[in-house]
């Protein structure tokens, strides 16, 4: 924000040297940047951060003058003298987009003469870098940077129809603006339109075919209030930004939209002429209330460390324009903030605004302020231990954005098969989608290593996707999930697996069901699940990328992936290590090499081989798989397996565990028709 010392003056008496009046901006919030002397007059340079937006005019800048070193601000006063003809008479205003434009206002004055501004305000405009248009212009812009509210003239005898509707554009919509440049626009931006087209990008920018020039007598003055967001969205969506735009997107005064109207009609009615029609078309005239804060002064020391006299805080605030409710009593007091300080919400914000004025520099760097310890949450403490195993395995932790394109989307979905959700307004170039799983932007993001560095990217995410409900009337859920891509195979992936859930304490059986998924290769397509106390838990999904899939990425080599509810493994964690008794007794191994039919998967034999022993198995371990269809016919294979027999009371006897090894000998017999090879 460009600051003019001799147009800052006209509001607040600068009776102080200009390095103090720079420092003391610094130390209230608005860093000082630069200073530059213009002609005969000084610009000071400040930064306004987002949530100052009251500070994007001289008059806002003069309250921080006149609060910091307690001085009268002059507002101007606004003296409007109206003509006999009615507004009304003339022009209508129809509001159908209330969402993006919550209030639009105009007022009409006939008779104007354009021509150059005078000197009192050409001199100001030029001072802080504003190009002279016309007086009517010129006007409207010294307004917007006399309070921070833009405004926009129209040429009355241009409006079609005489009516003014405000509306979201029509689809394959197009508007010259006033760079005489053509924009395409769409339903989601916010349009100023007459009967027959738009005149005005809402916000953003005016049109060419309504613009003031030398030929108008008629004007039509624009003070309105646009929602930030929507100014946001089509200022960037156009790539078309403006000082209107800027402050817009900060938000503005919404009791200062009126006066700001009434103030541009005074100056173009004194220095153009003409005769401003009488009243004005409002289509929000009532301001909502904004409610009390509750200050509680014990808290103002609390947080700030320093006594703060309670006549000082009062000063303070009320200099600052809030207003004290003197209902209450005690040491807790209520202030309504002004409608121009949108940033004051809460307690914090009026303590913060107290430490500012009455100086940082004023709180001791070893003032006393009582904290109280914190630790992680059980849920940064499990992740943080999930970062660490992946690391230790070689794999490098990604972040990929939460929305994708329909390819990326459509690629792999496991968890459901319901639509994404979309965004109505991309938030990347092409990118609509809320993801439905990390896998696809993992799988893009190893293609793109491999395609610029040839690098084998093995990677990891630990990030929201969000699931729509099965049930069209329910809510989606939004969670978290780890993705896991890498090279290597089947088996090494799901070995990571097993160790994460080790690590993190879940103790029980990781078991993979064989599940269809699109993307993933047909028999590697795997639920997983953890048998604990008897009940069987999802946890995610894994599985071989298709080879169509990898031909779609130009990934030359297979790759693994998998993907995990981390809700869900992180209830069955236990992150606080136990201590487990441990049998002093040795333990019995036995290799065991079953021909069984092609279609027994390890998950069944393993489990058949537990429910056949009591307590006395120790484990079970996968050795390897071997096919001989000559010597043991079609669709079969031999699959060894070596099983530990331990007691946690004695030493079992050879006896004993030849007992123990028959049993499971004759489970596997009885229920998968598995024949133990001699």
Not at 40 to 60: K, Y
Not at 262 to 288: F, K, M, S, W, Y
Not at 636 to 658: F, I, P, Y
Not at 665 to 674: F, I, R
């Amino acid at each position: 924000m460009l600051v003019s010392w001799k147009w800052l003056s006209r509001y607040v008496n600068l009776d102080m040297p200009q390095k103090e009046l720079e420092d003391r901006f610094s130390f209230s919030g608005l860093n000082h940047e630069s200073s530059e002397t213009v002609g005969d007059d000084v610009v000071i340079d400040l930064e306004v951060t987002s949530n100052r937006g009251d500070c994007l005019g001289h008059l806002g800048v003069a309250r921080e003058v006149g609060v910091l070193f307690d001085q009268q601000v002059c507002v101007p006063k606004v003296e409007l003298t109206e003509g006999d003809t009615a507004v009304k008479s003339l022009l209508s205003v129809e509001n159908r987009f209330p969402d993006a434009c919550p209030r639009y206002t105009a007022r009409v004055i006939q008779g104007v003469k354009i021509g150059p501004s005078p000197s009192e305000i050409a001199d100001v405009l030029e001072s802080v870098g504003i190009g002279l248009v016309n007086n009517v212009v010129d006007i409207t812009n010294f307004v917007m940077l006399e309070c921070g509210q833009p405004l926009h003239a129209f040429d009355y005898d241009k409006i079609a129809g005489q009516k003014i509707v405000v509306r979201p554009a029509d689809k394959d919509e197009t508007i010259e603006a006033i760079d005489h440049r053509q924009y395409a626009l769409d339903p989601s931006m916010c349009v100023i339109a007459d009967a027959e087209q738009a005149s005005a990008v809402a916000g953003v920018m005016g049109g060419a075919d309504s613009e003031i020039n030398e030929a108008s007598t008629n004007l039509v003055i624009e003070a309105a209030d646009f929602t930030p967001l929507s100014v946001r969205r089509t200022a960037r969506a156009l790539k078309l930004h403006s000082p209107s735009s800027y402050r817009f997107e900060r938000r503005v005064d919404p009791a200062g939209i009126d006066w700001a109207s009434r103030r541009a009609c005074q100056l173009i009615a004194q220095h153009a002429g003409g005769t401003v029609c009488n009243g004005v078309l409002d289509t929000a005239p009532e301001i909502p209330a904004r409610p009390p804060i509750v200050l509680r002064l014990s808290q103002v020391e609390r947080i700030l460390g320093i006594r703060i006299a309670q006549t000082e805080i009062q000063r303070i605030l009320t200099a600052l324009g809030c207003k004290e409710d003197k209902s209450t009593v005690g040491e807790s007091h209520a202030f309504v903030p002004p409608t121009w300080r949108h940033d004051l919400t809460r307690e914090a914000d009026l303590i913060e605004e107290v430490a500012r004025i009455h100086g940082y520099d004023k709180i001791p760097e070893n003032a006393s302020i009582p904290v109280a310890p914190s630790r992680a949450r059980s849920f940064d403490t499990a992740v943080s231990k999930v970062r660490r195993v992946l690391t230790s395995a070689g794999i490098s932790e990604a972040m990929t954005p939460s929305v994708v394109t329909r390819k990326l989307d459509e690629s792999i979905s496991p968890w459901t098969g319901r639509p994404a959700m979309q965004t109505q307004t991309a938030m990347l170039e092409g990118s609509r989608r809320l993801r439905r799983s990390l896998i696809p932007s993992l799988l893009s993001s190893r293609a793109g290593n491999w395609s610029a560095s040839s690098l084998h990217a093995d990677l990891f995410e630990i990030a929201h996707i969000y699931l729509p409900s099965e049930d069209d009337d329910g809510l989606p859920e939004e969670t978290y999930a780890l993705g896991l891509v890498r090279g290597g195979d089947f088996f090494q992936l799901k070995g990571i697996v097993e160790s994460l859930c080790s690590r993190l304490g879940v103790h029980g059986r990781l078991t993979v069901d064989v599940v269809d998924c699109q993307g993933i290769q047909s028999g590697t397509a795997s639920k997983l699940m953890i048998q604990v106390d008897g009940q069987s838990h999802e946890i995610g999904y894994m599985g071989t990328v298709d080879a169509a899939t990898l031909k779609s990425w130009k990934l030359p080599d297979p790759v693994q992936v998998a993907e995990l509810s981390l809700p869900v493994v992180f209830e069955l964690a236990n992150l606080v290590p136990q201590q487990q008794s441990i049998s002093p007794f040795p333990s019995i191994q036995r290799d065991l090499n079953f021909v069984l039919a092609e279609s027994v998967r390890w998950g069944e034999l393993e489990t058949v081989v537990r429910s056949a022993v009591d307590e006395n198995l120790a484990g079970v371990r996968y050795v390897e798989t071997y096919r001989d269809a000559d010597k043991d016919g079609p669709d079969t294979k031999r699959v060894l397996l070596s099983v530990e027999l331990q007691s946690a009371t004695e030493t079992l006897s050879g006896q004993q565990a030849d007992t123990m090894i028959q049993s499971i000998v004759d489970a596997c017999d009885q229920k998968l028709s598995a024949k133990l090879l001699q």
